[in-house]
Each structure stands twice: as structure tokens, then as C-alpha cells.
T-cell receptor, first 113, second 115 residues
Framework: GNSVTQMEGPVTLSEEAFLTINCTYT??????LFWYVQYPGEGLQLLLK?????DKGSNKGFEATYRKETTSFHLEKGSVQVSDSAVYFC????????????FGTGTKLQVIP | GAVVSQHPSRVICKSGTSVKIECRSL??????MFWYRQFPKQSLMLMAT?????????EQGVEKDKFLINHASLTLSTLTVTSAHPEDSSFYIC???????????FGEGSWLTVV
């Protein structure tokens, strides 16, 4: 089955710093890849997604590129804000459909002023 | 657009009682829904696959008699935590793939606290 590995947190950055959260996956076939964000005390929100190799997902200044050759989907943002403080989950779905989602362990990001 | 609604968002119950969480697909039909659980400071783990009109499929290690899943219609799946204990306190969230298979939607999640 699929698996997702993401860097452990917590990650603490100063406001306006550059963010990278690494994520790699294992899967048979061609999974779709996602980043979800969970703000404190809230549910899960889809941040961005990519459905095929070399696709770049982007939203709210965050970006991630589906790299098949390195089986990676690293999340980046050029300048983080305090409001970006949250837990970020990398995830994949099984090839061929949007069914079960496999999540990484989550990375807590704390941005300090 | 299509969304998945989950209710209640937060619930507190006493030990030994049962609590039901609803997951509804709005604007689309979902023959399959998924239930996940998030332990404190951990990731979300798939608990079970809810199948409309048939029994749910549980992941290994999930007690089917404790976590009752009913998918009685194409827009509603329910998770009932029976005889709840404090260790059942967790964040439960459902998801439903849209019928076209192109998009998967998550509910807002439900925070359960058992006291």
C-alpha cells in the first residue's frame, strides 16, 4: 500500500522566513498527492494538490511540485506569516482514484513574530 | 460546491455512554465514505470504509463492535462510539469521494471528549 513520510516537527521560523517541509511517498502506480493544513482546534483543510508528475500545486503562497523521479512532494513558501502556524499533513491517494487517503505524520509549524 | 458536513463538531460525553457522529455529503451522492481518527499530536489513521447498503470494512486493530458504522443512504454515514471511555477521546473526521472520482472531500471533523 501507499506510505507517506514527512519531516518531523515542530518547525519554528521567524516571520518572513522561507519554509520547506519535506515529503516523500511510496506507491504503486501514480498516486495523487496533497497537502492538508489543520489550524489549532479546527478541522482539515485542503491546501493544495497535484495529480500527475511535474504538476505544481499552489495556494496562499504555498507550492509543491510532484516529483516522480525523487518520489517527493515538498511544501514550500517563500515568506511565512504568523497566521501560517498550523499542522501540515502530506498525503496521497491510491492510484486510479480518490479513495483512501494515506497521511504523513504531520509537521507542526510555529511562526514567531 | 460539493461539501461534506460533519456533526457535531464538538461533543462531551460521560464514560459508558454512546455518541453518534454524522457525516453527510451535500450536493452529491457518496456510495463510499471513510472514517479517520487522529490521536493527540499524531497523524490521521483510517479506521474504516463505510459502504452504502452493506457492512463497513474496518482496518486492522479497530474494534467493529465499539465503533459502529452505518451507511443507510447515499448521503449519510454515521459513526457511533459505544460505551465510550476516556481513551476514545479523539478527533474523528470523515471523507467522501465525489462520484466522478476526481475529488475527495473531508468533513470539518468532530472533537470527542469522554469524561
Amino acid at each position: 500500500g501507499n506510505s507517506v513520510t514527512q519531516m518531523e516537527g515542530p518547525v519554528t521560523l521567524s516571520e518572513e522566513a522561507f519554509l520547506t517541509i519535506n515529503c516523500t511517498y511510496t506507491a504503486t502506480g501514480y498516486p495523487s498527492l496533497f497537502w492538508y493544513v489543520q489550524y489549532p482546534g479546527e478541522g482539515l483543510q485542503l491546501l493544495l494538490k497535484a495529480t500527475k508528475a511535474d504538476d505544481k500545486g499552489s495556494n496562499k503562497g504555498f507550492e509543491a511540485t510532484y516529483r516522480k523521479e525523487t518520489t517527493s512532494f515538498h511544501l514550500e513558501k517563500g515568506s511565512v506569516q504568523v497566521s501560517d502556524s498550523a499542522v501540515y499533513f502530506c498525503a496521497s491517494t491510491n492510484s486510479g482514484g480518490y479513495q483512501k487517503v494515506t497521511f504523513g505524520t504531520g509537521t507542526k509549524l510555529q511562526v514567531i513574530p | 460546491g460539493a461539501v461534506v458536513s460533519q456533526h457535531p463538531s464538538r461533543v462531551i460525553c460521560k464514560s459508558g455512554t454512546s455518541v453518534k457522529i454524522e457525516c453527510r455529503s451535500l450536493d452529491f451522492q457518496a456510495t463510499t465514505m471513510f472514517w479517520y481518527r487522529q490521536f493527540p499530536k499524531q497523524s490521521l489513521m483510517l479506521m474504516a470504509t463505510s459502504n452504502e447498503g452493506s457492512k463497513a470494512t474496518y482496518e486492522q486493530g479497530v474494534e467493529k463492535d465499539k465503533f459502529l458504522i452505518n451507511h443507510a443512504s447515499l448521503t449519510l454515514s454515521t459513526l457511533t462510539v459505544t460505551s465510550a471511555h476516556p481513551e476514545d477521546s479523539s478527533f474523528y473526521i470523515c471523507s467522501a469521494p465525489e462520484s466522478s472520482g476526481n475529488t475527495i472531500y473531508f468533513g470539518e471533523g468532530s472533537w470527542l471528549t469522554v469524561v
